[in-house]
């Protein structure tokens, strides 16, 4: 995703951010909204170096956090982690392919869920398989939105 200039891509990982506390938040719609603030994270992350992606991830974390006090510490925690491999992954995952853009998100939200799982064991009643069995479905769910949302980037940008 090299088109557009720095400041349209700016605006594209706010508008994400803010379009995921619109659908989660606002429109109330919790986990059946994708989870647009780690896609506006992972693709931000292909473009920046590590230490400031690990950095963009703690923000995120702490605006998550802001707007759902139970994984402030853990959110911003895991977010850190994952910005800093993204931007690390970078070699791994070079060019601009659909399918290796959906794998990249894709592995990114089943850490994000794995890590949030192993920081706070947020279901007790649920065991690991069943959790992270139904993170399976998240993850392709947001990395079936981060392709439609980098599509239709590329298009305007």
Known sequence: MTEGTRWQFVGFVAVLALLYFVLRVGLGLGAFAPDLLLVALLLAARRMRAGWAAGLGCLLGVLDGAANPHTLGAGALVLSILGYIGARSRE????????????YLFI???LYDAGMYLLMMVNESAGPVTVLAF?????????????????AYRAVA
């Not at 791994?92 to 794998?103: E, H, Q, R, Y």
């Not at 079936?144 to 980098?150: L, R």
């Open 92 to 103: 791994v995952v070079a060019g601009d392919s659909p399918v290796l853009l959906a794998a």
């Open 108 to 110: 990114g939200k089943w």
């Open 135 to 151: 993170s399976l479905v998240a993850a392709a769910y947001a990395a079936a939105a981060g392709v439609a949302a980098a599509s």
